[in-house]
């Protein structure tokens, strides 16, 4: 048995932050492995088909309630781990680490891997038969894919360099908001993501930078909550009183959604709720933030109360979860190719192949890091 290590007063990382990163990052695996088997929601680099409701509603629901909370929990700790991380280094160093360890990913990625799989995939489905040169030159742009969240964290470290530099001191402290500051604020989040997808619904992709603006609006303010969370150790105080009342109103959101928005689905399709002036789009968008900030609230407060450990695995897991999310798209896709000849129902598969799947990230980034000096920039 691993020995757990115990929480240590004013130690500089928290155990149960790390355990929750590794749990976001599975989700996304879990996304993607849900796309390669039927999700009529959502793009990945190869499908194997897509399912028709009513049985595809069964991943539609998975993506909905997922995508409410996981991206957004992401990007808050991203914020969380900006400011130690700019107080220790200084603006230059800061600028220059987060130009290598989010750039040269990026730059790898963009351009070998991701045109080595859509290749891969090209030649097994026989829509390409030529050489890996000849199908590079078919490219019109190489495209961000996966690494849209590591663009835009590049984004948000420069706009928070050029914010430190305007304001060079700290933020002050703040008291964990009140319940019902945070119902305010899942409501202006609400509001704010229907009037963006008037004009950006669910589903559109930047053309440029492979972003979903439709939900950018929850991004940028969660990275901002939390740099403020950092400052004011909010993951530490958030009563546990907090973290019971909104697991309460994250189950009864969770049959408001079983109520209103699967009969919805299944009359008028994803198009009734992705956006423009209907009933539908607006009820959702003010849903799903709420939604999502109950299982953020929900999440922080359990795990700090019952992960709060580290231990071999764990640590090996939220040491290798970055890169683990760089691998992603080879290690499933080529995973999937594997099992294409298997004829089984998409669901069946889903179910056997996305638990090898995100055993495979994880495996495969830990070995990958072990490489000399590969953990410098993974």
């Not at 928290?14 to 009529?40: C, E, K, Q, W």
């Not at 709720?273 to 209907?278: E, F, H, M, N, Q």
């Amino acid at each position: 048995m691993s020995k757990t290590l115990p929480l240590k007063v004013n130690q500089p990382r928290l155990f149960f932050v790390d355990n929750l990163r590794v749990l976001l990052i599975a989700l996304v695996f879990l996304v993607h492995m849900a796309i390669t088997y039927g999700s009529p929601v959502g793009s990945w680099y190869y499908q194997e088909g897509v399912l028709v409701m009513p049985t595809a509603a069964i991943y539609v629901v998975f993506l909905g309630l997922v995508q409410a909370f996981f991206m957004g929990l992401l990007f808050l700790l991203s914020g969380y781990f900006t400011p130690p991380s700019y107080d220790r280094k200084g603006s230059r160093k800061f600028i220059k680490d987060r130009l290598i360890r989010l750039g040269i990913p990026m730059v790898i990625f963009v351009g070998l891997l991701e045109p080595i799989v859509d290749y891969v995939v090209a030649i097994t489905n026989r829509s390409f038969n030529g050489s890996f040169l000849s199908y590079c030159g078919t490219y019109i742009i190489f495209g961000y894919g996966i690494m849209w969240l590591v663009l835009a964290l590049l984004f948000f470290a420069f706009a928070y360099a050029g914010w430190r530099h305007i304001q060079p001191k700290p933020t002050k402290a703040r008291a964990f908001p009140k319940n019902s500051i945070i119902a305010l604020f899942a409501l202006l989040l609400g509001a704010a993501n229907f009037v963006v997808r008037l004009v950006f619904p669910i589903g559109y992709f930047s053309p440029l930078f492979s972003f979903q603006y439709c939900f950018f609006a929850q991004y940028i303010a969660l990275f901002i909550v939390g740099l403020i969370t950092f400052r004011s150790n909010w993951l530490m105080t958030i009563p546990k009183q907090t973290g019971k009342l909104w697991s309460k109103i994250a189950l009864v959101l969770l049959s408001v959604f079983a109520v209103l928005f699967i009969p919805t689905l299944l009359t008028g399709g994803i198009a009734s709720i992705s956006g423009g002036l209907r009933w539908q789009a607006a009820a959702y968008a003010f849903w799903e933030q709420f939604f999502g900030i109950a299982v953020m609230i929900s999440l922080t407060v359990w795990f700090r109360e019952n992960a709060n450990f580290q231990n071999r695995k764990t640590k090996a897991l939220s040491e290798s979860s970055f890169t683990a999310y760089i691998i992603q798209v080879p290690v499933l896709v080529f995973l999937a190719l594997s099992f294409q000849s298997i004829q089984l129902p998409l669901l069946l598969k889903f179910a056997i192949v996305s638990p090898i799947g995100v055993f495979l990230c994880f495996l495969f980034a830990y070995l990958i890091r072990k490489i000399p000096k590969v953990d410098r920039v993974l």
